[in-house]
C-alpha cells in the first residue's frame, strides 16, 4: 500500500505518487500469482473485473491489475477531471486548443428522434442534414438510377481516400461484407496508397462506364489522395473518350470538409457530401466518410452502425468511471503503459473479417496520443500510447506468438473475439463452419492463458512432458462480441475513439491534432520536385545520405 513504508509517507500524496507505489507493489506479483488457481479469492476477481455491455463482454482479469488498482486508477480519472472534460467534449467545446475546434463526431451518429446534449444542436441538425443527401444517394445508386458519363448504370464505386478517409471504412466494408444483400448490387473497392499499385489492377478489371469514383478527402488536398483520383480520372476519360470534366461531372462523388476546392476541382454540388472541421479525420467514419460502406452495405447496416456507436456514446457520457467500458480500457491500458512501462500494444482479432481493426487502432491510437508536449505546454517525462501493431489471431499464431510467449520482451495485448456466426450454407457446409468458429474461440481464449500463466497454465500432468519456459505474465484484455453485426462493431469501434480521448485526459495531451505528420509531406513535396525535375528544389537536400539516396534514384529512373 502506498501509506505502508515510511520512506513513502514522506512524498506527496498525489494519484500518480499513489499509482507509482501500487505499481512497484505489484511488480513483486506475477498474474500467476494474482489470477492465483481456484480459490475463492480468485473467482471473485474473474467476475469483479469482467464487464457486459449488450453484446459486449469485457475481461479485464488477465490484467496486472486488482481491484485496488482500479479504484487507484479512478481516483486519477477524478483528479484529471475526466467528468467535465467528458461534458466539455459533448458540449462542443474547443476541446482541440491547437486548432480552435471542437471534436464532436458524436454529432455524426446522433439520432433524429433524440435531444442532442446542449451546444450539440447544430451540429447535429448539419450531420441530420448531409445523412439525407447521403441516403438519397445511396438509394439511387441501389436503384440503379445512377448513370455514368454514357449512360450505363454504376455497378462498382471506388473509393479513394487515405489514413482516416480509408481507415475506417475499408476496415468496416470487410468486416460487415458478407452477408448483406446490397453489396451484391454495388462492389467497393479501397486505394489509399499513393504509388497507384491498388489502382492499376482496379483500371484493368473493372468496366470504366460503370465505375463511380467516390473521394474522401477532409483537406481535400493530400497528395496521395489527389494523384489517385488524377489517374483514375484519366483512366475514365481515356477509356471512355470523353473529356475529364464530362467525366468529372457524372462518374465522382466528393466527400469533404472544403466543398469550394471540390466546386472548383469540377464535382458537381449535387456529388458533394460535406462534414465540418469539428469532425477529426480519424474519428470521421461517421460522417459522410463513411458513404462507401453505406453505398456497400445499404442504409440500414450504415444506420445501426451509427445506433451501436451512439449507445456506446451515452453509456460513456452517463456511467460512473467503474462501470464506464471506454474508461476502464483506457485506464488499463495507461496503467500498462505508464506504471508498468510496457512499450507495445498488440491487437489480435480472432476473426479475419476484422483483420484490419489493427490497421485503424494504430491511426485512432497513435496519431491521436502519440505526443509529447501536454496542453498547458510542458514535456510529458513517460511514454504516451503504447506502440499498436496486429494482426489476425489464429495467423499471428504462426508467426510471431513465438516471441510473445518465449521472447525476452513484455507486451499487452486486445484479443478481440466474436462469439457466433449466422452462416446461410448447406447443413454439412454450416456444422464444418461451426467447428472452425469452436476451435477458433479455443485458441482464442487457449493463447490469452497462456499468455497471462505462462508455464503455470500447464496441467500438472503434463509438465513433464512439454516444452517449458514459457514467460506469461504478458497481461491482455479480452473483448467477446456476441456476433460481429453493425450495430456491434459500431458500439466497439466508439469504445475506442472514448479510451482515446480518456487517455489524452490522463494524460494531458490534445488528442485532435496531428501536427508531427505534416513536416514530413514539406520534405517529400520538395524531394519530389527535385525527382521530378525541378532542379531548383535541389538545395532544399541537405543531407549527404539523402542526397546519395536521391542520386540513386534519378540514376535507375
Ligand atoms: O496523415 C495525416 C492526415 O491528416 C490524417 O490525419 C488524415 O486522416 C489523413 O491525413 C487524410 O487526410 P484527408 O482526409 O484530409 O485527405
Redesign the pocket.
Known amino acids: 500500500m502506498y501509506t505502508s513504508s515510511p520512506q513513502r509517507l514522506s512524498r506527496v500524496y498525489t494519484p500518480i505518487n499513489a499509482l507509482e507505489a501500487h505499481a512497484e507493489h505489484l511488480q513483486a506479483q506475477s498474474l500467476s500469482d494474482l489470477i492465483g488457481g481456484e480459490s475463492k479469492a480468485a473467482c471473485r476477481r474473474a467476475t469483479d473485473l469482467a464487464f457486459t455491455l449488450g453484446p459486449l463482454y469485457l475481461d479485464l482479469s488477465k490484467q496486472r491489475i486488482t481491484s485496488e488498482t482500479l479504484s487507484l486508477l479512478v481516483d486519477w480519472a477524478h483528479s484529471c477531471g475526466l467528468e467535465s472534460k467528458r461534458h466539455a467534449l459533448f458540449a462542443g467545446d474547443m476541446v482541440n486548443e491547437s486548432e480552435r475546434r471542437s471534436a464532436l463526431h458524436m454529432a455524426a451518429r446522433w439520432p433524429a428522434d433524440a435531444a442532442p446534449p446542449a451546444g450539440m444542436e447544430e451540429a447535429v441538425e448539419f450531420c441530420q442534414f448531409q445523412r439525407v443527401r447521403l441516403t438519397a444517394m445511396v438509394e439511387r445508386l441501389h436503384d440503379a438510377n445512377w448513370f455514368g458519363a454514357t449512360g450505363q448504370a454504376i455497378t462498382d464505386v471506388v473509393h479513394i481516400?487515405?489514413?482516416?478517409?480509408d481507415l475506417g471504412p475499408k476496415m468496416i466494408s470487410e468486416a460487415l461484407a458478407a452477408g448483406c444483400p446490397s453489396q451484391k448490387r454495388i462492389n467497393v473497392h479501397y486505394v489509399s496508397s499513393m504509388d497507384g499499385a491498388q489502382l492499376l489492377p482496379l483500371m484493368e478489371r473493372l468496366d470504366p462506364a460503370k465505375t463511380l469514383l467516390v473521394l474522401?478527402?477532409?483537406?481535400?488536398?493530400?497528395a496521395d489522395?489527389q494523384f489517385n483520383l488524377r489517374t483514375a480520372l484519366a483512366w475514365l476519360s481515356e477509356a471512355l473518350e470523353i473529356d475529364v470534366p464530362t467525366v468529372c461531372r457524372h462518374q465522382v462523388v466528393g466527400v469533404s470538409a472544403k466543398p469550394e476546392k471540390m466546386s472548383e476541382f469540377g464535382i458537381p454540388t449535387e456529388h458533394q457530401l460535406i462534414f465540418k472541421d469539428w469532425i477529426?479525420?480519424?474519428f470521421s467514419l461517421w460522417s459522410p466518410i463513411g458513404v462507401s460502406v453505406a453505398m456497400q452495405l445499404g442504409i440500414e447496416s450504415f444506420d445501426a452502425l451509427l445506433a451501436g456507436a451512439h449507445s456506446m456514446d451515452r453509456h460513456f457520457l452517463e456511467a460512473p468511471l467503474m462501470e464506464s467500458l471506454p474508461t476502464l480500457v483506457a485506464l488499463v491500458g495507461a496503467w500498462n503503459c505508464q506504471f508498468l512501462k510496457i512499450p507495445t500494444h498488440t491487437v489480435l482479432p480472432y476473426d479475419a473479417r476484422l483483420k484490419s481493426l489493427p490497421a485503424y487502432l494504430q491511426?485512432l491510437e497513435m496519431?491521436s496520443n502519440g505526443k509529447s508536449v501536454c496542453l498547458d505546454g510542458r514535456s510529458v517525462t513517460h511514454a504516451t500510447c503504447p506502440i499498436i501493431w496486429g494482426e489476425v489471431g489464429p495467423n499471428a499464431q504462426h508467426a510471431f506468438y513465438q516471441l510473445l510467449h518465449q521472447g525476452g520482451h513484455t507486451v499487452s495485448a486486445d484479443f478481440v473475439a466474436v462469439a457466433r456466426r449466422e452462416i446461410e450454407a448447406p447443413q454439412a457446409v454450416c456444422d464444418l463452419l461451426a467447428a472452425q468458429e469452436q476451435l477458433t474461440l479455443a485458441n482464442c481464449l487457449a493463447q490469452a492463458q497462456l499468455f497471462a500463466l505462462g508455464d503455470d497454465a500447464i496441467p500438472t500432468v503434463l509438465r513433464g512432458h512439454m516444452a517449458q519456459g514459457y514467460r506469461g505474465n504478458q497481461p491482455n484484455s479480452l473483448l467477446l462480441m456476441k456476433q460481429l453485426d453493425a450495430w456491434s462493431l459500431g458500439a466497439l469501434l466508439a469504445l475506442y475513439e472514448h479510451k482515446v480521448f480518456v487517455q489524452s485526459v490522463l494524460w494531458n495531451l490534445n488528442p485532435f491534432d496531428?501536427p508531427g505528420?505534416e513536416l514530413g509531406k514539406k520534405l517529400a513535396t520538395s524531394l519530389f520536385n527535385v525527382i521530378s525535375g525541378n532542379a531548383l528544389e535541389q538545395s532544399l537536400v541537405k543531407d549527404p545520405s539523402t542526397q546519395q539516396l536521391l542520386n540513386k534514384v534519378v540514376e535507375w529512373r
Not at 481516400?161 to 478517409?165: P, T
Not at 474522401?216 to 493530400?222: I, M, N
Open positions: 481516400g487515405v489514413g482516416g478517409s474522401a478527402s477532409k483537406s481535400f488536398t493530400t489522395t477529426g479525420g480519424r491511426q496519431e496531428q505528420v
